[in-house]
């Protein structure tokens, strides 16, 4: 009797399909950004103390009544009150101590641009009360939250 014996054939490891090898690290990737994403949300985000900080409401200065020519040569007398800061009404421009050159300039500036049948529509004069509002909380860098026209007559 021969022997002969038959070495067992090597068994072949199954292939892996194709794409599910990468499919766990393109998991973790994501993982590692959401978590590094949170993170900088949570610890690295520039404090939003100042964006919280909203200004408290002050005293309101009337100013002076002003007469301008528009620019169709017709004429408008307009009065301004500003709503000033707590901060800045407690920084003694409260009262007769405000300077409110700077708004007249300004209602000078947009006013004086525009005609009076820009001004006579509800949606024109709208549109410069609120370029005027703009502009006035620019000049005085914060000091003014809003300005309201006391008076608005044209001729």
């Known amino acids: 009797m021969s022997a002969t014996a038959t070495a067992p054939a090597p068994v072949a490891a199954a292939p892996e399909p194709k794409g599910k090898g990468k499919k766990p690290l393109i998991m973790i990737v994501v993982a590692v950004l959401v978590v590094a994403g949170a993170g900088w949300f949570f610890f690295l985000k520039p404090s939003g103390e100042a964006e919280a900080h909203e ?6 200065v009337d100013l002076e009544p002003l007469t301008l020519n ?7 007398k307009v009065g301004l009150s500003l709503q000033l800061t707590e901060e800045a009404s407690a920084g003694g421009h409260g009262g007769e101590e405000f300077n409110g050159a700077k708004a007249r300039d300004a209602a000078i500036g947009i006013f004086g641009q525009r005609t009076y049948a820009q001004l006579l529509a509800p949606k024109g004069r709208e549109a410069a009360r609120k370029a005027l509002d703009t502009e006035v909380k620019h000049r005085y860098e914060g000091e003014v939250l809003k300005v309201y026209l006391t008076e608005f007559v044209m001729q």
Do not use: H
């Open 70 to 76: 528009l620019s169709d040569g017709r004429f408008l």
């Open 55 to 60: 200004p408290v409401p002050g005293s309101v």
